[in-house]
């Protein structure tokens, strides 16, 4: 057997410095060494229970030619982690075995309740050929804050990318050689006891898929239109809107086709009487202006309403600009009559979503929807031709650091 | 043949572009049914009260598959099993999911009846269009029902204790990760052997905690898509710790009392005008599922014209007010599962007071014992011992 399939025990992952549980850490996390006190497979699975299944000749797919082709979400990797739980057991081991279909009762708590929730975080092969993974901690810190909200069972963040970590290893050929694609990856916990009544999940699955995608942008930056209606909403408090939970997407489907119709590409989710901005697409959303006390101000809403994916992008983007120190850079709420007045008086520069799969994706037209007149008016916002350039240096720096070009401290971690 | 009422889709804003005409069937055909029989018997516990909700599934289901290019496939009646589906199945991750819950009873006389079922597949063709699932004919999809009964007919229990609970389902299969229109689906429906959901002696206890909310103008609450229960599982773990058995519903910042646990709610009470009232809170707002419990209810109500009977909404704090000052004389919910049950007991967390302030509701001891004889005569319909044929589905043995 190649040493890369052979089971590793869990390194240690000193180099994970506490900056990041204390930026995942709005979020509530467990101090490690409690976790790490004693195996007990009620509370996580562990890395060195992995058992791989290795794929026959026969189950291997042939790679794609050209990866900067691929459409988001249509190829997907050889292999598949696996892992289940039940309420009396705890978590079963770990395993990776060829990618194929899962067998679901057709009473799955999944089916009927929603009872699912995933990530999304990617791999990338760096001009140095390394596969890094990109602050894969937050994403897992976010996925434990979800589980526990939709009442699925928690596990540890370092086992978990101990598990990822192997699965990269087994797929690494499927890890695109270029700087313009990557591999997507996508974990998933969803609950499938065979009971109708709508209660806590008694047993569960986690697994894990991957796929390459390519180049987001294939022909330079495309701005996007927005649909903003306020007839339509993404989440309200009390809600879950700041969990990845499945059932904050299915809503979405058809006020995306609505927006389709007005030939819109993505909403821009609004709330409230005042029509606060919350999020555009399935992206966070930000803002770089002069502000009314004329300061230039990079401006995103603030997380503790509750409205708001807590995005991985998100949190970079602001830990990069206050960092660079170069404008003034705030969480706050911010509606769309500021939006209009900032337009108007054409301090407005750039706005544009921030997420996983795009990294940044401008904004260039919002098609606004009058509640007081009902009737729509077309917002044209000049983030191309801004000449401040602050979404671009976002974009190039984030893409230097995810493929190696640049090392910043403890965002990356190597496989 | 029963006759299917025809009753209109509810209105809600669906622009031309959104309605497709691509598919080359509009809905799948109780004509293309092939029946594979099961060689297997599920095992029933002996007694019904046993039997708890929704653990013991019968023999068969219908499994029907839709794709965009070829429209419905042939419907199968298979014997009960797991699905396969794709990792990247959308159902999996953007809970692209919808259901219905109806019953089917064994009646004192032998016939089996299904309760008002065309409007539980009105209901859900509106919740497959909200999301962008594929539609289908009502009195198609009655007729396999049917058909699935029939061929599980021998499981139902011979008692007026349990009933066969239907669950048709409809998800999409589709195995792109991209969020959007699914361009497969899958409709399917199987049974289980119901006991019954409450004890029913005791009065259920709610928790009313206003930072907990099910469902917002601009959403899906109307609709029964899977997406509106995920997040009620957590605040039903809160409510039995508070010592509750479901959450009540608010919404708004006026607290809107909506729904409780997956049932819709009503009170009869003393109005501010001093007129006995039946009151629930009305669907207008989107916030809550019209449930087919809940029109049934309304229509008795009205019919035997005891008292006002109005849909209105009303908040938590008119509630706490009329409870105080004893005008609530009766609360209770209404759903399939539950049918008419009697609530006892609320407890409100009051925010603006800092207070847990637990609201007795002297329902059981009410004079008018209004929710029990509902209970009895929706029961006595389920069960064939009063005819009430337009809200009984009889299935030809």
Known sequence: MPAILSRVAPRSFNYVGSRFLASAARLETVPREEIHKEYDRKKTFYHRDLEIQLAGPGQLKTKPLDPTKLKFGHTYA???????????????????????????????????YASELFEGMKAYRGVDNKIRMFRPEMNMARMKRTAIRAALPDFDCEEMIGVLTELLRLDQEWVPNSDVCSLYMRPTLIGTDPTLGVGCATEAKMFVITGPVGAYYSTGFQPVSLLADSRFIRAFPGGVGAYKMGCNYAPTIWVGKEAASKNCQQVLWLYGE???LTEVGTMNIFLFWKNEEGDMELITPPLHRGLILPGVTRDSLLELGREWGEYKVTERTLNMQEVKKALAEKRLYEMFGSGTACVVSPVGKILYHNKITDEYEELHIPTMASKYGVMQKFYNTINDIQYGRIIKDGWMRDI | MQKISSISLA???????????????????????????????QRLPSDPDKLGFGRYFSNHMIDIDWDVKDGWFAPKIRPFQNFSIHPASKVLHYAQEIFEGLKAYYGVDGKIRVFR?????????????????????????????????????????????????????????????????????????????????????????????????????????????????????????????????????????????????????????????????????????????????????????????????????????????????????????????????????????????????????????????????????????????????????????
């Open chain 1, 78 to 112: 050889d292999y598949m982690m696996t892992c289940d739980w039940s309420q009396d057991h705890g978590w079963h081991h770990p395993k990776i075995e060829p990618i194929g279909e899962l067998k679901i009762h057709p009473g799955a708590k999944v089916l009927h």
């Open chain 1, 274 to 276: 005042n029509e606060d």
């Open chain 2, 11 to 41: 209105r809600f804003p669906i622009s031309n572009a959104c309605s497709s005409t691509r598919r080359t069937h509009s809905s799948f055909q109780y004509a293309n049914l092939t029946v594979e029989k099961s060689t297997k018997k």
């Open chain 2, 117 to 397: 079922p065309e409007l539980n597949m009105e209901r859900m063709r509106r919740s497959a269009r909200r999301a962008t699932l594929p539609d289908f004919n009502t009195r198609e999809a009655l007729l396999l029902m049917d058909e699935l009964i029939r061929t599980d007919a021998d499981m139902i229990p011979k008692t007026d204790q349990a009933s066969l609970y239907i669950r048709p389902m409809m998800f999409a299969t589709d195995q792109h990760l991209g969020i959007g229109e699914s361009m497969q689906a899958k409709w399917a429906c199987f049974t289980a052997i119901t006991g019954s959901y409450f004890d029913y002696e005791r009065g259920i206890r709610l928790l009313a905690d206003p930072e907990m909310v099910r469902s917002w103008k601009g959403g899906v609450g109307q609709y029964k898509m899977g997406c509106n229960y995920a997040p009620t599982i957590f605040v039903g773990k809160m409510a039995a710790m508070h010592g509750c058995d479901q959450a009540m519903w608010l919404s708004g910042d006026n607290r809107m009392v909506t729904e409780a646990g997956a049932m819709n709610l009503f009170m009869l009470w003393t109005n501010e005008d001093n007129e006995l009232e039946l009151i629930t809170p009305s669907t207008e707002s989107g916030l809550l599922l019209p449930g087919i419990t809940r029109q049934s209810v309304l229509e008795l109500a009205r019919e035997w014209n005891l008292m006002k009977v109005s849909e209105a909404n009303f908040t938590m704090c008119d509630l706490a007010k009329a409870i105080r000052e004893h005008r609530v004389h009766e609360f209770f919910v209404s759903g399939t599962a539950a049918n008419v049950g009697p609530v006892s007991e609320i407890l409100h967390c009051d925010k603006e007071r800092g207070i847990m302030e637990k609201l007795l509701i002297p329902t059981m001891n009410s004079k008018m014992q209004l929710y029990k004889r509902l209970h009895t005569t929706l029961s006595d319909i389920h069960y064939g011992r009063i005819e009430k044929p337009e809200w009984q589905r009889v299935v030809e043995l």
